[in-house]
């Protein structure tokens, strides 16, 4: 099945007379890996969490595949195949990793609302589980409580657990923050890997990372588009680096 | 090998509890008769049924990080429903323990939906305003039904003989034994289902639970009606073990104490709610004593005017409990106690408020209502 496109329509967010997203206008192809960046404050998780129905819209429409998504619960657009992992982690502190892989299939499954202890059905994707932890490198750490787990990995459990809703539209949000070198690389692969199939949408601050692994970027600032388009032309787009760097910077 | 040992013991322990009513043996100072007593039987029933109880609300407190402050409404709903169709309709008991936890089922399921549309505080008001509402309608006494201040006494002659009588305490007892079990059993396996996992999740992070495709609100309402039918079924077996219902059953002084007996042993461990049950049931019964002993009459008045309220030194009990064991009696081990309580759980907070990049981010939380701060730092 191919996966959807996502388009954004006018969208605004309103914050009780601050404007975070401005008419916001996107438009992503299927398939494609979409980055979006911006300074700090330039609305990229609130747009974000438009996207995910944490925060409901001001004004605007959004699409999944033409299916306008606008004013449904985080819950609901979960369930139509839209996963997202978070800037600030949010894992549950001492469930154990394999187990908190477990819970995202069975969310899947539909049996996550089994009251009965059925070992049979944990079991089997106890399997699955293992096999989704060994794509981000995380096998080893199985049975660690989840919040003992070094920054790094609980970025990477994070991905492992968007990965097991086995989303068609997949929103990361900074999946490399706070990383170190060899971690980045690994995420970087990881994402390369399993963007495959699936629609992508990326806020990154690290700007290496977008340009291996970008199909379009979009540069937002104070809540609006400032310019869209392959890594390069955006890199070097007079706007751009007058946002970044603050106008009036002579060179 | 720790493992089966792990699993025999409560078998161990209920086995035990079960052949307490043949057991002649006297604990001095503990109980004032032998085990198998009928004054005995009584205290022990209660802690039973209050062990329960205790468990249907961590279920909500512990497991699910719900303070909800009306649960006593239920356990209300189980004692006066069930004396009432006893009393005045004369149904069978059992009949009457269906349709009674049945009602507390539909009772929370109404309530819940409307509480729930809050979280934290807001929602510990909201439950508190749901209970005041039962107690106050007990006490009103509306067509002299309910009995008013002095309660409804259970009418003996309505009831399975089996049940009446002193000489059959010890039935009232392994009914409340029974009753402690099942809520335990069922609670143990919610604990191990994928639901239960969900219900940790909640507790810990509510958008993450919502981002996996549950809907939050529909997984709470779910407990709460479990809770209130458990907390039903529990004033039923109240009722008959205490003889009947009485305004005490609905007081938010009961919510209070379920609170602390929960606490106490320790919310969301497995065994916690039923430690705290049982002594807190224990110290409020027997305290009342503690004012008539010789040792404390030769205090002098400022400390044995405290120390003849029982609540007062079950207060004290409660701080110095959770001054040194901040995770309840279940999680009390020797080296925590030289600790002094430091080891509190704050790793969630700490890691929230280390980013701060995004300006947007303060401003999203307090828009998106920061539903996560609320019962954790209890």
Known sequence: ?251 | MKRWWRRLTPVAVAVLAAIIPYSTVRIPGAFPDPLNAPGTLQILALCLVFAGIAMSYDLLFGRTGLLSFGHALYVGIGAYGATLMVNQWHLPLWTSAVIVIAVSAVVSLLLGSVALRTTGVAFAMVTLAFAEVGSILVARDPGGVTGGEEGLALDGSRLPAALVGVTNTANLYWLALGFAVVAIVVVHRIDASPYGRVLTGLRDDERRVAVLGFSPFRVKLVTLVLSGALAGAGGVVYALVVGGASPRATASDLTLSLLVMVVLGGAGTRWGPVLGAVAYTYLNQRLTGVGGLRAVDSLPAVLRNPLSQPQFVIGAVFILAVFFAPKGLSGLRWPDLKRRGRARATAVHVEKDQAGRDGERSSVLAAAGDSTSDVSTL
């Open chain 1, 1 to 251: 099945m191919a996966p959807p496109g996502l388009t954004v329509r006018g969208l605004v967010r309103d914050f009780r007379g601050f404007r975070a997203v401005d008419g916001v206008d996107l438009h992503i192809p299927a398939g494609t890996l979409h980055a979006l960046v911006g300074p700090n404050g330039a609305g990229k998780t609130t747009l974000f969490h438009l996207l995910s129905g944490f925060l409901p819209a001001s004004a605007g429409r959004i699409l999944v595949g033409g299916r306008d998504i606008t004013g449904l619960r985080p819950d609901q657009i979960a369930r139509l195949g839209v996963a997202r992992s978070f800037q600030i982690t949010n894992l549950f502190g001492p469930v154990s990793v394999v187990d908190h892989v477990v819970l995202a299939l069975a969310a899947r499954a539909g049996v996550g609302w089994r009251f009965w202890r059925s070992t049979a059905a944990l079991t089997s994707f106890r399997s699955r589980a293992m096999e989704t932890l060994a794509a981000v490198d995380l096998q080893d750490h199985a049975g660690t409580p989840a919040d003992s787990l070094p920054y790094g990995r609980k970025r990477a459990l994070e991905l492992a657990l968007a990965l097991a809703l086995d989303p068609v539209v997949l929103l990361l949000d900074e999946p490399t923050a706070g990383m170190g070198a060899e971690d980045i690389d690994r995420t970087v692969d990881l994402i390369a890997r399993v963007r495959e199939g699936r629609t992508v949408v990326m806020v990154e601050h690290n700007m290496n990372v977008v340009a291996k692994l970008a199909d379009r970027v979009t540069v937002l600032a104070s809540g609006r588009v400032l310019a869209e388009g392959g890594y390069r032309e955006v890199r070097s787009d007079p706007r751009v680096v007058d946002a970044y760097l603050g106008a009036g910077h002579g060179h």
